[in-house]
């Protein structure tokens, strides 16, 4: 770092993202995309049209996909914040609501640990359960800001929302942020409780099952006032932070349910079948509802698994860290990607 730098920041440990190469083509299972594209009415969105219109801002209200979400989920626009990126609606979320700290998993999504760094909110991090599970005990009446993802990230597992109801109840003096980015693929969403508890938020993104990934387009449903809250932040950085062809992309992505419905179906039968025969050759794999597996062989170290599979063309994500070091996170391909992966694990495994 330079000398110029900030203080505040010089222990900053920066979000490492998935990684993206550009110089060999991988079968890439290591960042969570969908493997499908996006529906037909998404690339009639983005179109001649709205390229040439590039020259001029973006709607800073976002209210034509407001407008799609709200008539999705049975709320008002003045219930939706829309982010760059589901990240964008964290980051501003740990910014509003940390003042008293902020409470999260030891293994979950790892800008949690960073976005409470950044904003120098304390944190409280819970220990998972050595089955990896999370006990919602753990978050009642914490005092605190709360974050879960749910699914849970990296390991797939997640709570009934009913748990998810007496956390909210329980911290009825702070906010209580739900983390859905992978609740398409089987688990069970908590948008329908925000209309009773206020100090409920929940996040969701375009990225996984929506196939939107590189869009980068987020959002956030919650009370009227909560949500004002994340617009005073937004409007104080960046108001025109979701780019036009996004904006026209995710509207579509929003009508076109069933596409992404029946994808997502799909996705959930290649991981059962990719599990089965993980399992089959010894691997340990923890009960995924998400676009993932997160499994580990005893004996074979996850670090080398990983190296092994990347020297053959194979991208799956390594978590270095004392409860997961033996772990790969593993994306769910297409069918035929998996059983490559399947192929080669059981060659490594042989050799």
Request: some cysteine; proline content about 6%.
């Amino acid at each position: 770092m330079s000398r110029y730098l900030n203080p505040l920041y010089k222990d900053l440990i920066p979000y490492t993202p998935g990684e993206q190469p550009q110089n060999r083509k991988y079968i890439k299972l290591n960042t969570n995309e969908s493997p499908y594209p996006p529906a037909p009415g998404v690339l009639d969105a983005v179109n001649r049209e709205e390229a040439e219109n590039l020259r001029l801002y973006s709607d800073p209200t976002v209210m034509p996909l407001k407008e799609a979400l709200a008539d999705r989920y049975d709320v008002r626009p003045e219930n939706i914040f829309v982010g760059n990126g589901s990240d964008d609606c964290l980051n501003f979320a740990f910014m509003a609501f940390g003042a008293d700290g902020a409470a999260f998993a030891d293994i979950t999504y790892g800008f949690y640990t960073v976005f409470a760094s950044l904003h120098h909110v304390r944190a409280d991090i819970k220990k998972l359960k050595e089955d990896y599970t999370l006990d919602p005990a753990d978050y009642r009446g914490c005092g605190k800001a709360v974050f879960i993802a749910n699914p849970n990230a990296p390991t797939g597992l997640s709570i009934p929302v009913s748990k998810i109801e007496e956390i909210a109840q329980s911290n009825a003096g702070h906010v209580v942020v739900i983390d859905e980015a992978y609740v398409d693929f089987g688990g069970e969403s908590a948008v329908p409780f925000v209309k009773k508890h206020p100090n409920l938020l929940v996040v969701q993104t375009f990225s996984k099952s929506r196939s939107l990934a590189g869009a980068r387009v987020g959002y956030a449903i919650g009370s009227e006032q909560v949500i004002a809250d994340l617009e005073t932040i937004r409007y104080s950085t960046n108001p025109y932070n979701i780019n036009r062809i996004s904006m026209a992309a995710a509207a579509a992505a929003v009508r076109d349910r069933a596409y992404y419905q029946a994808n997502c179906r799909k996705i959930m039968a290649v991981r059962q079948y990719t599990k089965d025969a993980l399992e089959k050759l010894g691997f340990r794999v923890l009960d995924s509802q998400a676009n993932f597996l997160f499994a580990e062989h005893p004996d074979y170290s996850g670090k080398t698994m990983y190296e092994q599979l990347k020297e053959r063309g194979i991208l799956v994500r390594h978590l270095p860290g004392k409860r997961t070091d033996n772990f790969n996170r593993i994306t769910i391909g297409t069918k035929e990607q998996m059983d490559a992966l399947l192929k080669t694990v059981e060659e490594i495994l042989n050799s």
